[in-house]
């Protein structure tokens, strides 16, 4: 099993649109969380920290269930710019980070 | 910065072929990793160093692979004799607490 799993998409939405992703990590020793977004032919690159008490940046919102080992990913009005592959990822203290295999987005007009 | 540099950024060869990517992290990074994405497997992380010493290369697939970091600016990941099914694109990234990856190299083993 893997330890960090995803939805694999696509999400395809029209512009404007409220998307969530939802991921589940495994490793319940797993102390931090992040959202990569990778875009077609590139690599991936950090879009937020995911803190217990949620956090938000401008459009989008990460939320974080311990309890469950739930991370979610909220994006409104969304942008053709959105359109990408988010990446949730997990982290234990002395090891990598544990990325999902990704969950597609594509934003149309 | 330029950020981690990788080269080559395609390389195509034939089978039974060594292979060689490079890696330079971005200065003042502490810790270096090879990563393996392909469409199947998604990112895998293959191994990585601490201050230039190996920490944890479970992920390296077999013997044909490994990985070097001679000094804190450059790394290696060499794979001798290279298959077909090690075609993938193969990120390097450096960070302390983010990490940041380079543009990859995608290979193409024939």
């Known amino acids: 099993r893997k330890e960090v799993e995803q939805d694999p998409g696509p999400f395809n939405v029209p512009e404007g649109a409220t998307v969530a992703f939802n991921c589940t990590y495994s490793?319940?020793?797993?102390?931090?969380f992040f959202w990569y977004r990778q875009d077609c032919r590139k690599e991936p690159k950090l879009l937020m920290s995911v803190y217990s008490s949620g956090n938000e940046d401008g459009r989008f919102t990460a939320q974080l269930n311990r309890a469950s080992q739930y991370i979610s990913l909220l994006i409104r009005d969304s942008k053709l710019s959105d359109s990408a592959t988010y990446l949730c990822v997990a982290y234990q203290a002395g090891t990598a980070l544990i990325f999902g295999k990704g969950t597609t987005l594509s934003v149309s007009s | 910065d330029a950020g981690v540099i990788q080269s080559p950024r395609h390389e195509v060869t034939e089978m039974g072929q060594e292979v060689t990517l490079r890696c330079k992290p971005i200065s003042g990074h502490n810790s270096l990793f090879w990563y393996r994405q392909t469409m199947m497997r998604g990112l895998e992380l293959l191994i990585y160093f601490n201050n230039n010493v190996p920490i944890d290369d479970s992920g390296m697939p077999e013997d044909r692979f490994s990985a070097k970091m001679p000094n804190a600016s450059f790394s290696t990941l060499k794979i001798q004799p290279s298959e077909p099914r090690d075609s993938a694109v193969y990120f390097c990234s450096s960070g302390n607490n983010e990490q940041f990856f380079g543009p990859g190299t995608r290979l193409t083993v024939l």
């Open positions: 490793n319940s020793a797993s102390q931090s």
